[in-house]
């Protein structure tokens, strides 16, 4: 092969271009952050079409994300031209295996125009199950279910493949059963979900050795993206697919770095990429070092951070770019004084002449974005937010402002329907009809209608009951709005509703993170002293749709962060109980706070030019002020490679300034214990960065075990 024909592998350095040019047999690029896995994984499939070593049909290249193979199948193009016709089989798991299955759905008993559904008509679907085997859904809620049947498919599990325990984790040991007349209930529907269309694509390969072989002749090259965030079922598939049997192929290219594996809460098993040279003999290992994305101090307090992990690998990373700012580590008085700053900092990029795009504010849970989108929507800054919804269009605020919404404005009709069935009380669509038809007739809102249709016999009896019993709870929070302060009445409607603990009786991620988001709506309504006044803010910020083309700063996750890059990077509650998160620091065990300071070095490596981490001293978490730690993540930084600062050194008076407009707000926290809150500094004990070497460009990580892992013998790698 003439690689100087190509001029997108003369760019590449020496690792990078082993790894487009090694096309034959397995190969593993195991390297940690910015150093362009993905880039030489994009050059590597531009290379074998360019080459015509394969057409771009016959090449499976899974991404983690659908922007990442939009962004993929787009470099490609610029990379060869126009002359590559599609790459059908780019994509996600999901993407490529709801491919797979379309084509042969009849084997997995589906029709192949069968439907996806999503999480509202599992749910559904699966309380007409549990309900219909006299399982009593409030003591086993069905996302409980969902979560668990989710569960089995990402380990690849069939009904036929539960253990004794797995089979007692719902109902006393009706997991197998349920799981069983789930999967059967969707057959009939023709219909998967998300983890069928995995679970399927597997099942069939196993079980139809002449698909499996088709497609093990049609793929002539398989490369994957982030391999150390797969879990069972989707290596499963990668092993089914790329192992040669004899046959020719084997022809199998991952990329990933065991200390970016975040995922291990969604069944992402990092042993996969450990144990790639065992599964796949006689693999190339490839190791690339050099960093391109950041600054050397970036990468210094990155690597410094996630030394301290011991369940890894361990690399050597350096850079060639040249020295940049340090990291900046800011201690606020608050979150509203963090929001207020990352705003004014936004703003002071663009006065520099900064696209916003080129900045992003990564958190570590979704309610966190609260803060920012109220405090940008009122300084009038532009801003998305990627990979979820902005906090007010989030279902579960959107069923606690609707409950609040009737209580202000009875006659308010969109909002009672969206909650007189929420949580579920039985009150079905049959119910809905005849109160609007009630509504027609009487001329009467639909909650006037609700109460007046209790007086008529058109519902039956138990229909009748539940709505009378909400309609006196809305009697009764009317009466309570009057004196209760806007958060407290919401508090009390959430839990006498049945609203909190209906999520409470879930047990998922998902049900936990709605009750954060309420918990921050209750912080949000804190700050205002009607229900009146803080709906009305709700329906402005609702109202501020930025225009798709307008410059804006990003704010997202950091797990939906991986594998993206930006200038700016601000990361903010780096406090214990934030981040690390303290379901994190409640399990205790090593395996959960090392995936957290894995997270932190995700999120640190976002950045190219400039990091600002930020801790608050005090957050207010159900009318209470807590003061907070830093984060210990904060204290593992190297101390010659940040800079610290704190707001807070002006003493009392200094803050107490910011709120000459309103009442004092910490009154109570300063009486409490003036002395401590007041004179909070950034004096808590920091890690040294030990090894490193300021001035030199090129930055040698420090191991806390023994080696990196080219110093290891290679089977070491191979454990799992
Ligand atoms: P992550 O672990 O975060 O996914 P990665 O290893 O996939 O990172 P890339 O995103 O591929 O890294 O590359 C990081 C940055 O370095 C990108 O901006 C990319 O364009 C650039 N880059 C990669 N390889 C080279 C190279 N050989 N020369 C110059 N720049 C490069
Ligand atoms: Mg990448």
């Not at 059963?177 to 995995?198: H, S």
């Not at 800054?381 to 919804?389: Q, S």
Request: glycine share 6%; net charge negative; proline share 4%.
């Amino acid at each position: 092969v003439n690689s100087r024909a190509e001029p997108f592998i003369s760019g590449l350095n020496e690792p990078q271009r082993e790894a487009v040019l090694t096309t034959e047999g397995p190969v593993l690029m195991l390297a940690g952050a910015g150093t362009g896995k993905t880039a030489a994984l994009t050059a590597r499939l531009a290379h074998l079409v360019a080459s015509r070593r394969a057409w771009p049909s016959e090449i499976l290249c899974v991404t983690f994300t659908n922007k990442a193979a939009r962004e993929m199948r787009e470099r490609v193009g610029q990379l060869i031209g126009p002359a590559v016709e599609g790459m059908p089989w780019l994509g996600t798991f999901h993407a490529i295996a709801a491919r797979m299955l379309r084509k042969h759905a009849e084997l997995a008993g589906l029709q192949s125009n069968y439907t996806i559904i999503d999480t509202d008509d599992q749910i559904r679907l699966l309380k007409q199950l549990i309900t219909g085997n006299d399982i009593d859904e409030k003591r086993f809620p069905a996302r409980q279910l969902a979560g668990l049947i989710d569960r089995w498919k990402n380990r690849g599990l069939l009904p036929g493949d539960l253990d004794a325990v797995e089979n007692e984790a719902y109902a006393n040991g009706k997991g197998e059963q349920m799981y069983r007349l789930y999967q059967d209930r969707m057959k009939a529907l023709n219909a998967c979900d998300f983890g069928d269309l995995l679970l399927h694509t597997v099942t069939i390969l196993k079980r139809h050795p002449d698909v499996l072989s088709e497609y093990r002749r049609k793929f002539k090259y398989i490369m994957v993206d982030e391999y150390q965030d797969t879990n069972t079922v989707q290596y499963l598939w990668l092993r089914l697919l790329a192992e040669s049997k004899g046959e020719a192929g084997h022809n199998i290219c991952v990329v990933g770095d065991d200390d970016q594996s975040i995922y291990s809460w969604r069944g992402a098993e990092v042993a996969n990429i450990l144990r790639f040279e065992r599964d796949f003999p006689g693999a190339k290992i490839i190791k690339l070092e050099q960093n391109y994305r950041s600054t050397p101090q970036i990468l210094a307090a990155a690597s410094t951070l996630i030394g301290a992990n011991s369940e890894r690998l361990g690399k050597t990373l350096w850079t060639e770019k040249d020295a940049g700012d340090r990291l900046r580590v800011i201690g606020v008085w608050d979150g509203p004084e963090e929001a207020r700053r990352v705003g004014d900092e936004a703003e002071s990029l663009m006065r520099q002449g900064i696209r916003l795009a080129d900045a992003a504010i990564l958190v570590r849970a979704q309610h966190q974005t609260r803060e920012f989108e109220d405090r940008f929507i009122q300084i009038g800054l532009n801003y998305r937010i990627v990979g979820g919804f902005r906090f007010y269009e989030r279902a579960e605020i959107r069923d606690a402002l609707a409950y609040l919404r009737v209580i202000a404005q009875p006659s308010d009709d969109l909002a009672f329907e969206r909650i007189y069935n929420s949580p579920k009380r039985g009150l079905g669509q049959k119910t809905l009809e005849k109160m609007h038809r009630h509504a027609r007739a009487t001329g009467l809102p639909l909650a006037a209608a609700a109460l007046d249709i209790c007086d008529t016999d058109e519902l039956p009896a138990r229909a009748r009951n539940t709505l009378l019993q909400l309609m006196r709870q809305f009697a009764h929070w009317r009466d309570e709005a009057r004196t209760l302060a806007p958060a407290e009445l919401m508090r009390q409607v959430l839990d006498e509703s049945g609203y909190t603990e209906a999520l409470q009786a879930e047990k998922t991620p998902e049900a936990n993170g709605r009750l954060e988001n309420l918990s921050e709506l209750a912080r949000a309504m804190e700050e205002y002293e009607t229900l009146g006044a803080f709906l009305e803010h709700v329906s402005l910020v609702m109202d501020n749709d930025s225009a798709d083309d307008a410059d804006t700063i990003t704010i997202m996750t950091m797990h939906a962060a991986k594998g993206l890059e930006f200038d700016h990077v601000f990361l903010p509650g780096w406090e214990e109980g934030v981040f690390p998160s303290q379901r994190a620091i409640d399990e205790g065990g090593l395996k959960s706070l090392e995936e957290e300071r894995r997270l932190a070095y995700v999120a640190i490596t976002r950045a190219r030019k400039r990091c600002t981490i930020m801790h608050a001293a005090n957050r207010r978490i159900y009318g209470q002020w807590t003061s907070s730690i830093p984060s210990r993540f904060v204290e593992e930084l190297p101390e010659d490679m940040i800079d610290m600062e704190s707001t807070m050194t002006g003493g009392a008076s200094l803050w107490r300034a910011n709120f000459s407009e309103r009442e004092d707000p910490f009154a109570h926290v300063a009486a409490a214990q003036p002395a401590r809150t007041m004179t909070r500094g950034p004096g808590f004990r920091r890690a040294s960065s030990g090894d490193y070497d300021p001035a030199p460009k090129r930055i040698r990580e420090t191991h806390r075990s023994a080696a990196s892992f080219a110093a290891k013998p290679r089977t070491d790698i191979a454990i799992g």
